[in-house]
């Protein structure tokens, strides 16, 4: 039976109320140094669903752990068959306008560098260099035998081959490029094996119950030491993993700015919340600052996958 990670938090009423001004997040652009810290509901306006917005997918969907995935044949043969039609769908997300607004800011110097705990390389499509993929990137597979890194352009040739004319209908695509797919459609997706050395295959992906390395978690630290003031975009901030960088700021007196429409975890740690969209916010307030935005990168990704 599949268990559910601990990945809920219920906002109390206690909790700062949110702003419609995104002024405080203009005055620390203009002051530069700033680290972004975004989370999946960067990427909705891309056409990829959030985990915990009004239709986020863990109100139906349960992330499959790491345990599970590295317990037995049949949990990777469901992982597998589901991410691979995911991925036909995920793998052609275009940047947003708010992936396009970061990667401006980055540009006109405001920025001290990109964390993201989202998994779909769309900063990079969108122009931003030197992104810290904290959950890593599903453009990448490795291998748990031998560590062996591959495009994931590459496993979808081989699963394509392997499994000629798989295309059940899935109910919905999650954040994790994992598409909702019953027992029935997965039980003769046949999963592929290392080209190297036959080991298990797994996406480049921090799963949940799996942590993130702690080198990347030290460099992360660093840049939250280096930066002026820490910007959260789109992310409810309910697990550690980038609640910690909240935290860390906010002991040592930066301002930290969140711009999510929801309450988040990270609230109370806040010297303001926005509660705005992204897309259009960003927008604006790269209009205001004078940054111009690059329109050639609209396209779909061309990174790998």
């Known amino acids: 039976m599949r268990t559910r990670p601990t990945l809920s938090w219920t906002p109390t009423a206690d909790l700062p109320p949110g702003t419609t001004d995104p002024g405080p997040v203009a005055d620390a652009l203009r002051a530069g140094g700033v680290l972004v810290l975004s989370g999946a509901g960067m990427s909705t306006e891309s056409g990829i669903p959030d985990y915990r917005g009004e239709r986020g997918s863990l109100r139906r969907h349960t992330p499959m752990t790491y345990q599970e995935f590295t317990g037995g ?33 980055a540009r006109s110097g405001m920025l001290a560098g990109v964390i993201t705990q ?7 499509a969108a122009g931003s260099e030197g992104v810290v993929e904290l959950h890593g990137s599903l453009g990448r597979v490795v291998c748990l035998s031998c560590g062996d890194l591959s495009p994931r352009r590459e496993l979808a040739r081989r699963l394509e081959e392997a499994n000629a004319g798989f295309a059940p209908t899935p109910a919905a695509l999650n954040p994790d490029g994992d598409a909702d797919l019953t027992d029935a459609q997965v039980v003769d997706f046949r999963p592929v094996p290392c080209a190297i050395c036959g080991g298990i295959l797994k996406p480049d992906v921090v799963f949940f119950g799996e942590n993130v390395p702690p080198r990347r978690v030290e460099h992360c630290r660093e840049l939250v ?6 910007l959260v975009l789109g992310s409810s901030l309910t697990v550690m993993s980038g609640l910690r960088f909240v935290r860390q700021a906010a002991r040592a007196g930066k ?10 975890r990270g609230d109370r740690d806040a010297a303001a919340r926005i509660a705005l969209p992204l897309g259009t916010t960003l927008t604006a307030l ?20």
Do not use: C, K, M
Not at 73 to 86: C, D, F, M, T, V
Not at 118 to 124: A, E, P, S
Not at 225 to 230: F, R, V
Not at 286 to 305: I, N, Q, Y
């Open 73 to 105: 044949e049949p949990a990777r043969r469901r992982y597998w068959a589901r991410s691979h039609l995911g991925w036909r769908t995920f793998g052609r997300a275009a940047p947003n306008a708010g992936h396009r607004a970061v990667a401006a800011f």
């Open 118 to 124: 989202n998994v779909d390389g769309l900063h990079q």
């Open 225 to 230: 030491d280096a930066a002026t003031s820490l």
């Open 255 to 264: 301002p930290v700015l969140i711009v999510n429409r929801d309450p988040t």
């Open 286 to 305: 790269a209009g205001g600052l004078g940054v111009p935005l690059d329109e050639r990168t609209s396209g779909p990704r061309t990174t790998e996958g």
